[in-house]
């Protein structure tokens, strides 16, 4: 009895500081919708918050359609979570995931629509494994350029997803077009589509999203590379000393980051979207970091986390048909969840915490690489 | 084949560079203007010693509120006072940013990349948020747009010129420049001689970042007299390259900024003045997506080339505690 009690309190420990900002934050955006709503046609409205809350929670949850599309939702975000907590864990900053979304997505999308008419089993592994191996491969140059030359990862990675994103769109437009079609978009994807599971479309997608939580898990606690990898983002010197070469861990780290976006983007378009037009949402790239920040690159809190982002994605067209309240409020509860993550005191004064600072420590040292050259 | 046409092919694309210059100037001082004013917010704030990732957001939002104010005050008190009005909200509204990224990075001692992230993370869906609230469904236009004074160039491409020079000279003559370096490279050492370590780091965050809220002004007051969501595009990241390229001084990043609008203008200047012959054949080819995604892989070439040699601020990224044994 006071064992699971103590376990109670041991995940609360964990937990209520992401839980309280969560909270905070939906205070807050809430005084945002009751400011703005003179502009939604209803007039000021200090109610408005209310509806716009329980119209997201009913498209999120109170269905067992609304129920299967937050999964799939939050299939992606478990991925791109994962991606961005992995190079977190090494210190390293991936804010590419956007970018290794995009090319995980095309390179699915053609794969995909060449092996449209071969058995399910061999169309969806080879499109999925060309979706890995093009995030890995596009997260690997910045990885390798951080080791090499120390141009910081944050730097490169968006100046890559602007790039990738307009290479893309050239090469849908001039490369792989489908002729049949009066836009530029990739072919049919036919047996590559990933099954679906489930109701309408929860896909095959959502418990492999699982099933790279665990064997992330596994990764960074069983195994020599996931101690390496902590340890180079623990203490890069250690870890030199240790004969843990951050020349190899670095690269290394940002090419399994930039897989698991590029299946991100492979899921999503096998599983989701079907073909790859230039203009594809990438906001997982962008969501992704909310998450992995708010699940403390833990895959556990990430799949947590993931399932959060998945509901208010998930909802948020609902809310915004019904209350008009834009679906970008979205993006701001991330940011705000984010800044009391980052400024946790705030969460501690408004609560009256007590408990030792439990912060979004596996960022923290995020910073410290800034134009310093790795050497190894 | 004969390869002696690579070089000939070089020096016909000299020539031709050479006689568009006249063209091209202008539009590469235009493209140079937010990419400079940006990485001058990145001097300042970098060498008393705050990394500030979040000039992407701090210029989009400000971009985004001098849009709004002469959106919404051009009726009444006219478009030139309206764009005057945005001008000055949209400084204001990047000092306060500033004022937010630096409380989280010197007072809250928060991870400086992620304070960064928070700032363009929160202006991406606040910006986006209102345009859907307030200006897309009124289906009207903005104030419109600076006229030009000389060689193209409108008021805030002309200060940014003056700006660079004169943050440049007091960087390196004057009591505040040296105090600024003096907390960016080692601020134990300016405490004891009576900095204020904690004031000179707010005073350059929030004075860099009105500066970046100058350059969303430019974005949408002087430049193209709309508002897109994400419209600045990256280059709050390419202001930061140009900074890194010019070694975190001023006149530096000038010329960074300068080089990474020549890239960007190039797509520009070869549909706008064709070239002749089989060099004309070639730069008509190129699709208009590869000089699109140019300045992008340029900003990735050079960091990878400058950055190993060039020294950041030495307590760059670094908060200060006044009780930390050093």
Known sequence: MSGARARLGSWWRLAQLPVLAIVLALVIAAAIIIVSSAFTGTGFFPLLPLFAYGALFAGAFASDIALNNTLVAAAPLMLGGLAIGLGFKAGLFNIGVAGQFLAGAFASAVVGAALAQQPVALAVTASLLAAGAAGAALAFIPGWLKAHTGAHEVVTTIMLNNATALLLAWAVTDLVRAPVFTFPRTGEIGNSALPVLLGRNLHLGVPLALITIFAVRWLLERTTLGFEIRTVGANPNAARYAGMPPLVIVPLTMALSGLLGGLAGGIQMLGVIGFYASGISASVGFDSIAVALLGRSDPIGILFAAILFGAFRAGAPLMQITTSVPIEIIDIIQALIILFLAANLIVRRVFRLRAPGLGIEGATTVTRTWGEQVRG | MNLLFIPRLIAELAVYLATVVPDLLPIVLTLATPLALGALCGVLCERSGVVNIGIEGTMLTAAFMGYLTGFALHGSIGAAAAIAAGVVVAMLTGALLGLLHAWLCVTVRADQIIAGTI????????????????????????????????????????????????????????????????????????????????????????????????????????????????????????????????????????????????????????????????????????????????????????????????????????????????
Not at chain 2, 127 to 133: G, K
Not at chain 2, 215 to 232: C, I, K, R, V
Not at chain 2, 252 to 259: K, P
């Open chain 2, 119 to 326: 700032l363009n993370v929160g202006a991406l869906g606040l910006t986006a948020y209102f345009n859907r609230l307030i200006i897309t469904p009124s289906g009207l236009g903005g104030a419109g747009v600076i006229p030009p004074i000389v060689f193209g160039l409108g008021p805030i491409a002309l200060a940014t010129l003056a700006l660079v020079g004169l943050i440049h000279f007091l960087l390196f003559n004057s009591r505040w420049g040296l105090r600024t370096r003096a907390v960016g490279e080692h601020p134990k050492a300016a405490d004891t001689v009576g900095i204020d370590v904690f004031r000179q780091r707010y005073q350059n965050v929030i004075a860099g970042c009105a500066l970046a809220g100058l350059a969303g002004a430019y974005l949408t007051l002087e430049s193209t007299g709309s508002f897109q969501n994400g419209m600045t595009g990256g280059r709050g990241f390419i202001a930061l390259a140009a900074m890194i390229f010019g070694r975190w001084t001023p006149i530096g990043a000038f010329g960074g900024a300068l080089l990474f609008g020549f890239f960007t203008a190039l797509g520009v200047i070869v549909r706008v003045r064709p070239a002749g012959g089989e060099l004309g054949d070639i730069l008509a080819a190129i699709p208009s997506f590869w000089y699109a995604a140019l300045p992008y892989l340029v900003t990735v070439v050079i960091l990878a080339g400058v950055v190993g040699r060039a020294i950041p601020p030495a307590a760059d990224g670094v908060p200060y505690e006044k009780e930390a044994r050093a």
